[in-house]
């Protein structure tokens, strides 16, 4: 079975910037990406990647600060996370899934891999 394990969240000052790592333990599928879910809401599509590596996909309101990118050949996706703001606070899921559809509709019960994310705090 696939696994996905993250790397790379912790604490940052807004303005800040940290990059979160998504390790596949082999190949898998088609797009993986991004969710977060802060506390008291529900978990969202930030972004994703296709398998070339040439489509990608971003949550409108993480567009032109956040940037994801994959590495095929280490079966890992990075989430390059920067100008980070108080409200980008929550966790991070990695998720695979065969479409894109799961990332742009945020819904979550379609994606299938997750990783057991990581926490990403900003403070003002």
């Known amino acids: 079975q696939v696994q996905l394990v993250e790397s790379g969240g912790g604490s940052v000052q807004a303005g800040g910037s940290l990059r979160l790592s998504c390790a596949a333990s082999?190949?898998?599928?088609?797009?993986m990406g991004w969710f977060r879910q802060a506390p008291g809401k529900e978990r969202e599509g930030v972004a994703a990647?296709?398998?070339?590596?040439?489509?990608?996909y971003y949550i409108d309101t993480v567009q032109g600060r956040f940037t994801i990118s994959r590495d095929n050949a280490k079966n890992t996706v990075y989430l390059q996370m920067n100008s980070l703001k108080p409200e980008d606070t929550a966790m991070y899921y990695c998720?695979?899934?065969?479409?894109?559809?799961?990332?742009?509709?945020?819904?979550?019960?379609?994606?299938?891999?997750w990783g057991q994310g990581t926490q990403v705090t900003v403070s003002s």
């Open positions: 082999t190949y898998t599928h088609n797009y």
């Open positions: 990647i296709d398998d070339t590596g040439k489509h990608t």
């Open positions: 998720a695979a899934a065969s479409t894109l559809f799961p990332f742009v509709t945020s819904r979550a019960a379609q994606v299938e891999r």
